[in-house]
């Protein structure tokens, strides 16, 4: 078993540092019959891969087992998700009524996430907003893909808006702040590949021959803060610091 960082806990909730290079939670059993049925209809797609190592929620349950409990299999009491190789602040509820509270939050766009992104490039401004439409792509089922409005098939698809400011410039490389606005699926990751930006590491979504840092192995995009208002009504902030491996890559582009 992987030890997990846990950031807090009390009788309602644990927040997690949830480490790169790990699943949230294995595909559902619908995921994986929809894979299989695009499978026989588009045998020439991309697909995505079936989850066979030890899941984030696996781990944590081998240590709180009442999460088996909560929500439903094979998610459980997870409130929110976070790609694999993407680090930082997980919500996880010990509780089914907590876990139904904090969704609500998210479903009304009440929590403020922040993120930690290094980006290919020099953005011009300093701040801007990325409001657009996302739904799946329809040549790589694997990404999300960007529609704009009364564009041809964008009819259905979801509002996405995501804000953004520079921290620290670097030769060929930006950090960033991001905020999600919205929650939808790779939001952050498309939305910067949209704008000609992408993330640094980005394999699914950077473009073809881009610069990535000296020893960086995944995409550079870590959650880093949280704030949502709790059961007892108080609102609670959550952080969590770069991990080492993206401390290493600032640090080179630094010295560089």
């Known amino acids: 078993m992987q030890k997990l960082k846990i950031i807090y806990e009390n009788e309602n909730l644990l927040v997690v540092d949830k480490p790169a290079g790990m699943v949230c939670f294995p595909a559902t059993r619908q995921d994986v019959a929809e894979g299989e049925l695009r499978q026989r209809q588009e045998p020439h797609q991309k697909r995505e891969r079936k989850t066979t190592e030890k899941t984030l929620i696996d781990n944590l349950i081998e240590t709180y087992t009442i999460l088996k409990n909560i929500?439903?299999?094979?998610?459980?009491?997870?409130?929110?998700?976070?790609?694999?190789?993407?680090?930082?602040?997980?919500l996880v509820a010990k509780n089914n009524k907590t876990l139904d509270y904090l969704q609500k939050q998210f479903q009304q766009r009440k929590v403020i996430k922040k993120y930690l992104a290094l980006i290919v490039g020099n953005l011009k401004n300093n701040q801007g907003k990325i409001e657009t439409l996302i739904g799946r792509?329809?040549?790589?089922?694997?990404?999300?893909?960007i529609y704009l409005p009364f564009e041809p098939k964008s009819a259905g698809k979801r509002k996405a808006i995501t804000k953004y400011h520079i921290l620290k410039k670097f030769k060929n490389y930006s950090l960033i702040n991001v905020e999600p606005l919205t929650g939808r699926k790779h939001q952050i990751r498309t939305h910067l590949s949209y704008i000609n930006h992408p993330i640094a590491g980005d394999k699914l979504y950077g473009f073809k021959n881009q610069p990535c840092p000296k020893g960086l192995k995944r995409q550079?995009?870590?959650?880093?803060?949280?704030?949502?208002?709790?059961?007892?009504?108080?609102?609670?902030?959550?952080?969590?610091?770069l991990p080492e491996d993206l401390k290493r890559i600032l640090d080179n582009l630094k010295n560089n």
């Not at 792509?137 to 893909?145: E, G, H, I, L, P």
């Not at 550079?220 to 952080?239: D, Q, R, S, T, V």
């Open 220 to 241: 550079f995009l870590h959650a880093n803060y949280l704030k949502i208002k709790l059961p007892n009504g108080k609102e609670k902030e959550f952080k969590s610091g």
């Open 71 to 90: 929500g439903k299999s094979p998610r459980y009491g997870i409130v929110h998700r976070l790609d694999k190789d993407t680090s930082g602040i997980l």
């Open 137 to 145: 792509a329809q040549k790589d089922r694997r990404k999300q893909k």
